[in-house]
Nanobody
Framework: QVRVVESGGGSVQAGGSLTLSCRPT????????MAWHRQAPGKQRELVAS???????NYADSVRGRFTISRDNAKNAVSLELNSLKPEDTAVYYC??????????????WGQGTQVTVSS
């Protein structure tokens, strides 16, 4: 059974930094796109950053220049470095991975979410 396991998150003051990490576990063939989304209270889930197997990354306008996504293909792991945090970055952050199973079927997986709280 494939699971996406996240770590990191927490509470920081505005201007601080955090790092989120994530990797799928279980038996599978490969991992395609990996990404981080977030959902603030009362708002829809939104894409924060994504990265493909060639390590080409995309960012939401609201985080570009402050957040950095990276991946280790050998470990099938993805990280999100959050710098210059603002109170509006407060949200539950979810890791996403598109997995290729051993039968070559693709399926999307989500982590359980990790809370990031930024105080002013």
């Amino acid at each position: 059974q494939v699971r996406v396991v996240e770590s990191g998150g927490g509470s920081v003051q505005a201007g601080g930094s955090l790092t989120l990490s994530c990797r799928p576990t279980g038996d599978f063939f490969s991992v395609l796109t990996m990404a981080w989304h977030r959902q603030a209270p009362g708002k829809q889930r939104e894409l924060v950053a994504s990265i493909n197997t060639r390590r080409s990354a995309n960012y939401a306008d609201s985080v570009r220049g402050r957040f950095t996504i990276s991946r280790d293909n050998a470990k099938n792991a993805v990280s999100l470095e959050l710098n210059s945090l603002k109170p509006e970055d407060t949200a539950v952050y979810y890791c996403y991975a598109r997995i290729i199973h051993n039968d070559y079927k693709q399926k999307d997986y989500w982590g359980q979410g990790t809370q990031v709280t930024v105080s002013s």
